[in-house]
Each structure stands twice: as C-alpha cells, then as structure tokens.
C-alpha cells in the first residue's frame, strides 16, 4: 500500500518567516495530494491540495509544489503568523472510482513565534 | 465547503459497554465515508471503508468485530465499538468524500469533528 513519510516532525519559525514541510510517498499511481492543518483536538480542516496534473498551486500566503518523478511534494507558508500554529499533515491518496482513502503522513508540528 | 457532523463529541463508558458515533454527511451524499483513530500527538490512522450499502472494508489489524460500521444510507454511516476497553480509549474520526459514483477525482474529502472515546 501506499506509505508517506513527512518532515520535519516539529518545525519552529519567527513570526513573518517562511515555513516548508515535506512528503514523499511510495505509490506512483497516486494522484490527488492534499494538506490539512489540525488544532488540537479539533477536526482536521483542508487548507489546500493538488492533483497530479499540475506541478504547482497557490492560495494565498499557502502554496504547494509537487514533483511526480521524484515523488514528493511540499507546502509552503510565506509571513507566517502566530495563528498558523497547528499540526500540519499530508496525505496521498488515489482518486478515482471509491478508492478516495488518504495515506497521512506522521504530522508536522508548526509552532510560529511572535 | 460541505459539511460532515459528528456525533457524539465526547462519550464515556464503562469497559466492557458498547459506544456508538454517528458520521453524518449534512448537505451532500457520500456513498463511501472512512473512518479514522488518532492518538494524541500521532497521525491519522484509517480504520476502515465504509460503503453505502454493502460491507466496510477493514484495514489490517482492525477486528471488524470489535469496531462494527454500518453505512445505512447515503448520508449516515455508524462506528459501533463494541465491549469496550480502556485501550479503545481515542479520538475518533470520520470523513466522507464529497460526490457520487466512482468516476473523477475532483471530489473533496471532509471530515467530521472527532469523537473523544474515554473508557473507564
């Protein structure tokens, strides 16, 4: 099945820094690669996600950049602020037909320091 | 964005009793919904594949006799943990992909607000 690795596992920044995170996944057939940020104890919400069509895309202070040869793809938050402290996660998952289930990576705790 | 509700958001039982959560998706149809367990401070780990209609497909590891899913209609599916124990204690979330049918990958995946199971 499919197997993503994320880092770093805790990542801390100054406020208006920028911060990236990291995932590899095993399954080249996987296609559809979202990123969640999770506060504790509280549902993880989407903040954004890319297919594999496209290499890059953008939302704000939050993009995301894939590279389908090597496997791995990255977000990026640009200014960040004290409220972007969360949990962050990737997952893969394999779109099409009902196999919709997404493979997260361990999380990566972002703490943003005023 | 669509949303999926959770119910409960924070149960306690006694070991050996059985927990129901509900995962209900409110302004969509959802013929598949998952479920997952998190542990503090861990990952997501999904549970099992609920499908309208027919049987849940488990992952490995997980007793599909302990942890029972019913996916009775196109909006409910239910997680039944059965005589559980204080190692079941954990959070446990739903999520549910937005659209019918298996064609396309430009459906959404939304979760539910979580359950805290606490058994005592």
């Known amino acids: 099945g499919e197997n993503v690795e994320q880092h770093p596992s805790t990542l801390s920044v100054q406020e208006g820094d920028s911060a990236v995170i990291k995932c590899t996944y095993s399954?080249?057939?996987?296609?559809?690669f979202p990123w969640y940020k999770q506060e504790l104890g509280k549902r993880p919400q989407l903040i954004i996600d890319i297919r594999s069509n496209v290499g890059e895309k953008k939302d704000q202070r939050i993009a995301v950049t894939l590279n389908k040869t090597a496997k791995h793809f990255s977000l990026h938050i640009t200014e960040t602020q004290p409220e972007d402290s969360a949990v962050y996660f990737c997952a893969a998952s394999l779109g099409g037909g009902s196999n919709y289930k997404l493979t997260f990576g361990k999380g990566t705790l972002l703490t943003v320091n005023p | 964005g669509a949303v999926v509700s959770q119910h409960p958001s924070r149960v306690i039982c006694k070991s050996g009793t059985s927990v129901k959560i509900e995962c209900r998706s409110l302004d969509f149809q959802a013929t598949t919904m998952f479920w997952y367990r998190q542990f503090p401070k861990q990952s997501l780990m999904l549970m099992a594949t609920s499908n309208e209609g027919s049987k849940a497909t488990y992952e490995q590891g997980v007793e599909k006799d302990k942890f029972l899913i019913n996916h009775a209609s196109l909006t409910l599916s239910t997680l039944t943990v059965t005589s559980a124990h204080p190692e079941d204690s954990s959070f446990y979330i739903c999520s549910a992909r937005e659209g019918l049918g298996g064609g396309g990958w430009g459906n959404t995946i939304y979760f539910g607000e979580g359950s805290w199971l606490t058994v005592v």
């Open positions: 399954d080249s057939a996987s296609n559809y």
